[in-house]
Structures are given as structure tokens and as C-alpha cells.
């Protein structure tokens, strides 16, 4: 169906020697509280982290938005706007608040003030909330950190124990990795098996690999799907995201550095160079919002700075490229 290639993942691993890898860092700040509360912040953030910039014919509108009078969009106004409001309303970080939350209520926290109400399925993620609340009550845990210190502080006894949670089920563990990767960025969480945190892939790494050439459709009907925008199948999502899962773990052990290293490099740059519409193949627009930290990536030996991976990429230059594939779901 799908398959990771090789030589293409060391040819971008080669190429990527050339500069240091930065460190994985978290940029969204934490809310001004508790470090009990911080987690449960992030819990919460990453349990209902999922579409915000929805697909489909024709497509939703993205979640979008303006905090502390900076316009943000999807992730960024997802985080920014919990933080703002939970940082005067903490009672929405307890487990007990969580299991009586409705979809009107996830509406009011997110409306923005110019562009209305934006969050898509909130009764969908409403029931991933209380999910949450009934099980975190009836374990007698206020907050994440009970829950690690009931069942361990490794990756490997976090993760199975976050599954029961039904916003974490994901066989490919994207929500699960993800929260794992930022409690330990923000400085909440260390693990002593940090080697297990794989990367949480989504949906913008899906589109980069599929473009990079490190992962290859084998199959001419999921290639059809996949060039027609038609919605995948559940199996086919899951065969997706772990190729490019494999394909991560498969660079970042050529280079010697961690996998969430890696996601955090490959989803910088596939956000800001490579989106679905908009690419910087042959050069990065004065406006690129690149973090800072990959900028250097972008100086090449020769011409403007570009896409990182312009000189290495499959698809750079091509007019038909890969989008991600079509697939409704609250995994990721």
C-alpha cells in the first residue's frame, strides 16, 4: 500500500549533516499557574488538538483567530486561547470541570471576537472532555501527574495508561506522543527511557513526506485517493502515518538524534515551506514564518534561501504535488 524508501531517507539524512539539529522546543508558553494545573492544561489542549485547518469539498473554515492582538491560526490559536482563558478560569483544568462540558462550551471558549465561532465538532470534542473527567474522577486523580505516579514516570508505562483515555486511542499514538513530548519540553516531565518518545506525526508531516520522497504509494488505488482528495480508509490512514512514523525513526537514527527532535524540525519547516497550497521550493517569501532556530536550513550553497529541503526533495519545482490524504477523524 505504502512503503518507506530507504535511500531517499538517507539522502535527506546526509543532506541535514551539514547543520546541527536544533533541540526540540516548545514555543507555546505555559498559563500562569500551577505545575499541576500546567499539565492538566496540556492534556486538555492536546485531547481536543485535532482538524483545526479541516479538509473536504469544499473545505471548513480553519480555526482562526486573534490573541493578545497577535492573528493566529489553527494549533497556535488553539493553545493561545486556552491559555488566555484558562489562565483567569482555572476550574477548567480539574478533571470534575471536564466531565460536564459540553459543545457550547467549547464554542464560547474559542469564538473569536472577529471571526465567530470556528472550532469544528464541538460535541465531538466535548465527549472526548468528559471522557476524560469520568475517568481521571474515578481513578481519584485531580490531575496528570497522578495518574504518573500511579503507573510509572516511563514512556513506556505512560503510554498504555493514556490509551484508556478515548482522545488517546490512536494506534499510531500522535496525541499521546505529542502531550509526552510537550510535558517534557516545558520542563513539567523527564523521562529515564526517552529514547521511546517517538515522533507524534500529523497531518503536515503526512503532506511533506508524501512530497519528499521518503515514503512511495505502491498501491494505484490509495495513489488514486490520494490525487483525487477521496476520503481513505481507516486502515489506510493507519498504513499512512506509520510509514512516515518509520520513516522519521529511520532518519532520525542516521543522524543520531532523537525522533522528537525530528518531528519538531520536519513539522517547523513542512507548516511554513510546504503547505498545501503554497510552497517555497524555489524561495522563502520576505514574510516566512519559519521559526528561528531553522533559518539556518535554508541558506543553500547556491541561489536564495529556500525550502531546507529543496535540493533533496522529489517534488520541488513540480507543479503536482501530494496533499495529505482526506481522512475524518479525532486521532490527530
Same mark, same amino acid.
Request: neutral net charge; charged residues 20%.
Given at each position: ?82 491559555? &488566555?482563558?484558562? /489562565? ?8 470534575? /470541570? ?24 464541538? &460535541? ?9 473527567? &469520568? ?6 486523580? /485531580? ?21 484508556? $483515555? ?78 512516515? $512514523? ?62 531546507? $529541503? ?23
Amino acid at each position: 500500500m505504502i512503503q518507506v524508501v530507504p535511500d531517499a531517507c538517507r539522502k535527506v539524512a546526509d543532506y541535514l549533516r551539514r547543520h546541527p539539529i536544533p533541540e526540540d522546543v516548545e514555543d507555546q508558553m505555559l498559563p500562569s499557574v500551577s505545575p499541576e494545573l500546567a499539565g492538566n492544561y496540556l492534556f486538555l489542549l492536546v485531547a481536543i488538538c485535532h482538524q483545526t485547518t479541516p479538509q473536504g469539498n469544499p473545505p471548513p473554515p480553519p480555526l482562526v483567530g486573534t490573541v493578545a492582538g497577535v492573528s493566529r491560526k489553527g494549533w497556535d490559536y488553539l493553545s493561545a486561547k486556552l491559555q &488566555e482563558v484558562v /489562565t483567569t478560569s482555572q476550574e477548567l483544568l480539574t478533571p470534575s /470541570t471536564w466531565a460536564t462540558v459540553t459543545g457550547p462550551d467549547l464554542t464560547a471558549i474559542f469564538r473569536d471576537a472577529t471571526n465567530g465561532e470556528r472550532l469544528s465538532d464541538p &460535541e465531538g470534542r466535548a465527549g472526548l472532555v468528559r471522557d476524560m473527567g &469520568e475517568k481521571m474522577t474515578a481513578a481519584r486523580w /485531580t490531575c496528570l501527574h497522578d495518574m504518573q505516579n500511579a503507573v510509572g514516570s516511563r514512556v513506556a508505562e505512560l503510554l498504555p495508561a493514556l490509551a484508556q $483515555f478515548h482522545a488517546y486511542r490512536d494506534p499510531v499514538q500522535k496525541k499521546s506522543l505529542f502531550l509526552l513530548s510537550l510535558m517534557r519540553n516545558s520542563k513539567l516531565w523527564d523521562f529515564p527511557d526517552p529514547e521511546s518518545l517517538g515522533p507524534p506525526v500529523d497531518y503536515h508531516e503526512v503532506r511533506g513526506h508524501l512530497r519528499l520522497g521518503t515514503v512511495q504509494v505502491v498501491s494505484d488505488v490509495l495513489e488514486g485517493k490520494l490525487r483525487s482528495q477521496t476520503e481513505v480508509t481507516p486502515e489506510e490512514d493507519l498504513a499512512i502515518r506509520r510509514a512516515v $512514523f518509520s520513516a522519521i525513526m529511520r532518519i532520525a537514527e542516521e543522524l543520531k538524534v532523537t525522533p522528537s527532535q525530528m518531528h519538531y524540525l520536519f513539522w517547523n519547516i513542512f507548516r511554513t515551506c510546504c503547505k498545501r497550497e503554497e510552497t517555497h521550493c524555489a524561495a522563502c517569501p520576505a514574510g516566512c514564518g519559519l521559526v528561528q532556530r531553522y533559518r539556518p536550513l535554508t541558506v543553500h550553497s547556491v541561489g536564495p534561501a529556500s525550502c531546507p $529541503f529543496s535540493p533533496v526533495c522529489s517534488s520541488a519545482g513540480q507543479h503536482l504535488k501530494y496533499v495529505e490524504h482526506y481522512h475524518r477523524t479525532d486521532y490527530y
